[in-house]
């Protein structure tokens, strides 16, 4: 089969047989994974999760809602301005996500932004790896978020956009503005985690979640809403953990209280009570 290019009956049927069974081999896969998405429909979705998209303009929010929800770029065709979809989060239960992409437009405005944070329980903020001042908005959409949604639970996930247009360097690698047309990456992973970091948001320790994903080739997308899903419920539970401090630390209060209020020594009886006790024993009443 080496010194000739013409097969053999008998290496011809080997080779049919190997590619059928390579065929039938991708087959059961294929049938594995539409088994698996089939029986996932019928499940019941554990719960569900409501999530604002938001950041500066073109930083890929749109990209971003239709890749995951389409699996696809968005060309002139369509786009996503929100989706719905289930995700499997890493306890094997399925959640659907309804999540919603906030126009930039609409950014700067304070009742806008107060409404869908209203609607929502938890937030992406999407900055381009190619723009700082993209990151300085969405720290700043994300402080904003901290001051109104007060004690209510709210997840937030911090996302740099756009990896694909860089060289795989992790430094920054541009800052000269050379003008040779060429964007690069402006943030690094290192200077995007630190953000993520310092956004101190419902008692995560290390600061809030962080990803860089490209929309483009899909990388990291999938990873965006079942990572913010374990977060809403950390937040939800933390919360639910609070609360019923709070409620042990007031009974704990009422008991000590009223603990208080029944000690007072001895009690003064009625007249009626003490004029049922016995003569002898009236004394020792008072
Ligand atoms: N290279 C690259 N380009 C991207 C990526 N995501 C989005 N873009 C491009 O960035 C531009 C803006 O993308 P959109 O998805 O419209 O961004 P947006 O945040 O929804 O924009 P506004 O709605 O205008 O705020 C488009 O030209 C996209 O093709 C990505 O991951 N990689």
């Not at 990388?219 to 939800?236: A, H, N, Q, T, Y």
Request: hydrophobic content about 35%; aromatic content about 8%.
């Amino acid at each position: 089969m080496v010194d000739s290019f013409v097969w053999t009956d008998e290496e011809a049927r080997y080779i049919k047989a190997v590619f059928r069974w390579k065929d039938a081999d991708d087959d059961a896969a294929r049938r594995q994974t539409e088994h698996r998405r089939h029986e996932q429909q019928q499940q019941k979705p554990a719960g569900e999760f409501r999530v604002l998209v938001v950041g500066a303009k073109g930083t890929g929010k749109t990209s971003i809602l239709t890749r995951f929800g389409q699996h696809t770029f968005p060309g002139e065709a369509h786009y996503e301005r929100g989706c719905r979809r289930q995700v499997e989060l890493a306890d094997g239960q399925l959640y659907t996500v309804d999540a919603l992409e906030m126009p930039s437009k609409h950014l700067p405005s304070d009742p806008m932004l107060g409404q869908a944070l209203d609607i929502t329980e938890a937030a992406v903020l999407v900055y381009d790896v190619q723009s700082a001042q993209s990151l300085r908005i969405a720290t700043a959409v994300a402080e904003f978020i901290c001051d109104n949604v007060g004690a209510r639970e709210y997840a937030l996930m911090l996302v740099g956009n756009k990896t694909d247009t860089h060289d795989g360097d992790d430094t920054n690698t541009n800052t000269d503005g050379d003008g040779d047309g060429e964007v690069k990456r402006r943030v690094s992973r290192a200077e995007g985690a630190k953000a993520a970091a310092g956004l101190k948001f419902w008692g995560a320790e290390s600061g809030c979640c962080f990803l860089e994903v490209s929309a483009k080739t899909g990388e990291g997308v999938d990873g965006i809403f079942p990572r913010l899903g374990k977060e809403i419920l950390r937040v939800k539970r933390a919360n639910r953990l609070r609360r019923e401090q709070a409620e042990r630390i007031a009974k704990q209060q009422q008991l000590l209280l009223a603990q208080k209020a029944g000690a007072p020594g001895k009690k003064r009886l009625g007249l009626w009570k003490t004029l049922s006790i016995p003569f002898f024993k009236r004394q020792s009443a008072y």
